[in-house]
């Protein structure tokens, strides 16, 4: 079955930077766009960056744009969020994500909180 598992979160001072990590199984990764969404305490649950089979095309939410980058590694079946600069806003739980057949499906999240 899918499974997605998220890494790399933790807590981290304004300006500070984080590498998050999604670790892909059960499904042909290489044919799968991937994403990354975040949810803060009270809040909906928004995309924060995708990204195309071939890394040909990507998406970022404007207020991640210029800080955050997304990448994958199809030979390690892993999508990976680079997060520069960080704020206190970006403070969220970071889920991984892939759309197939219709169906979304989600890692179990990374708490990333951004605190001085």
């Known amino acids: 079955q899918v499974q997605l598992v998220e890494s790399g979160g933790g807590l981290v001072q304004p300006g500070g930077s984080l590498r998050l990590s999604c670790k892909a199984s059960?499904?042909?990764?290489?044919?799968?766009?991937m994403a990354w969404f975040r949810q803060a305490p009270g809040r909906e649950r928004d995309a924060v960056a995708a990204i195309s089979l071939k890394n040909s095309v990507t998406y970022y939410a404007n207020a991640v744009k210029g800080r955050f980058t997304i990448s994958r590694d199809n030979a390690k079946n892993t999508v990976y969020l680079e997060m520069n600069n960080l704020k206190f806003e970006d403070t969220a739980v970071y889920y991984c994500?892939?759309?197939?057949?219709?169906?979304?499906?989600w890692g179990q999240g990374t708490q990333v909180t951004v605190s001085s």
């Open positions: 994500n892939t759309h197939m057949s219709g169906s979304d499906y």
């Open positions: 059960g499904f042909t990764f290489s044919q799968a766009g």
